[in-house]
């Protein structure tokens, strides 16, 4: 399997549906040598979530994903959403076009979002020149959304060369602009219904040893299985369709330049009220049933991932919480992980959706006070 390189990678994975799955190592192959890892997150997103911009810098962190997929044609390459960043895996073909995605959805960000993104390509000869490697895994969300799981370390080694200045990609002219199609936020946040939102990092520690933090992911996502669909965030039935003007201006600014975002947001709301008036009649429109769509959100969401560590943003009681943090703190205490956690009211929720017609629209979840970024931070103020 190491030797492929074609770009059908991920399609020839094994596909694994429970989560535990991602504990096993023999759900994860290797990244072909030619491919590349593109890379990218918000320069100072602690402080624009400080500000209250949290909702601005999981926009961001989404368009990576949106302005890659587009560009390379919505093809299914192995990805992943850090809140404030995103990672993808990307083959030697798609290598300009890719620049190319990158240059550009950083000047969006820059002119439509007043924040800092900056991006890199890793080549994958590089982390294996390090003795690291890029395995992949596929995990069914559900029958129509398959997310890549990530270990083996050069992940993390290509984000910290990326945060080292090492292999930047430079920002397109200002004015440029990705092709967004398809990325929205259009769902108020969710509260939590069983105590609090926790978002969880989890990362191996300085004892190296993997069995004993495979064994720790097992506990915790088990610990999760408890709680209802796993301490998923969003209910079984899909989150409500409201309507709600917070995304409106992040939406129209990803979908449309100056000068027609006016008729943009026109649109966005002619769409919200007919989903709402939909939803409320119990009516389909065509082939788009709203019943359905937001059942399909639900089962759809990226909650919990793996990425050279566990993260999780789930909706978990006070025992349970307790349970899962003495865990951290005595895998810590071992030197078996290391790991940053944040509490917060409710989640968030980002989407890409190319049409709503399909059940392939994939949707992003964070904590909505800050989230990933905010429980990345809490690790570094402890290993600091």
């Not at 993808?88 to 002119?111: G, K, M």
């Not at 199609?181 to 191996?204: D, F, H, K, M, Y």
């Not at 008729?263 to 709203?290: E, H, N, S, Y």
Request: hydrophobic share 45%; with cysteine; net charge neutral.
């Amino acid at each position: 399997m190491g030797d492929i390189s074609n770009d059908n990678f991920f399609d020839t994975l094994p596909v694994f549906v429970e989560f535990e799955g991602v504990a096993d190592t023999n759900n994860y192959k290797p990244l072909p040598d030619d491919w590349m890892l593109a890379t990218a997150d918000i320069v100072g997103s602690t402080k624009a979530i400080g500000e209250g911009r949290y909702k601005a810098v999981n926009m961001a962190g989404a368009s990576v994903i949106s302005a890659l997929l587009n560009a390379l044609g919505k093809r299914d390459y192995p990805f992943v959403f850090g809140g404030d960043g995103a990672l993808v895996a990307i083959p030697a073909s798609a290598t300009e076009q890719a620049r190319e995605a990158l240059a550009a959805v950083q000047a969006w960000v820059h002119d439509d979002l007043q924040l800092t993104l900056r991006a890199a390509l890793v080549p994958m000869r590089d982390i294996k020149a390090q003795g690291l490697e890029v395995r992949v895994a596929r995990f069914s969300a559900s029958p129509d959304v398959f997310y890549a799981m990530f270990t083996g370390g050069g992940s993390s080694w290509a984000e910290a060369q990326m945060k080292a200045g090492k292999y930047a990609i430079a920002a397109a002219q200002a004015g440029t602009r990705p092709d967004l199609t398809g990325l929205s936020c259009r769902w108020n946040p969710i509260q939590a219904r069983n105590g609090e939102i926790l978002s969880i990092i989890a990362v191996p520690g300085d004892a190296g040893a993997s069995a004993p933090f495979q064994h720790l992911v097992s506990e915790i996502v088990a610990i999760a299985a408890e709680q209802n669909r796993g301490a998923h965030p969003l209910p079984e039935e899909g989150p409500p369709i409201t309507v709600t003007t917070k995304g409106l201006d992040t939406e129209a600014r990803a979908s449309a330049p100056k000068g027609k975002r006016f008729l943009r947001k026109i649109a966005i709301l002619g769409q919200i009220f007919l989903t709402v008036a939909l939803d409320r009649l119990g009516l389909k429109l065509g082939t788009f049933d709203p019943k359905q769509y937001k059942r399909d959100v639900a089962q759809n969401s990226d909650f919990r991932k793996f990425d050279d560590g566990l993260k999780m943003t789930i909706d978990i009681d006070a025992a349970r919480l307790r349970r899962i943090e003495t865990l951290l703190e005595n895998a810590s205490k071992a030197g078996i992980a290391r790991y940053g956690l944040h509490k917060q009211d409710s989640a968030l929720m980002t989407c890409f959706v190319p049409t709503p017609m399909s059940r392939n629209h994939i949707h992003f979840i964070d904590g909505a006070a800050g989230g990933y970024a905010m429980a990345a931070s809490n690790l570094k103020a402890k290993l600091a």
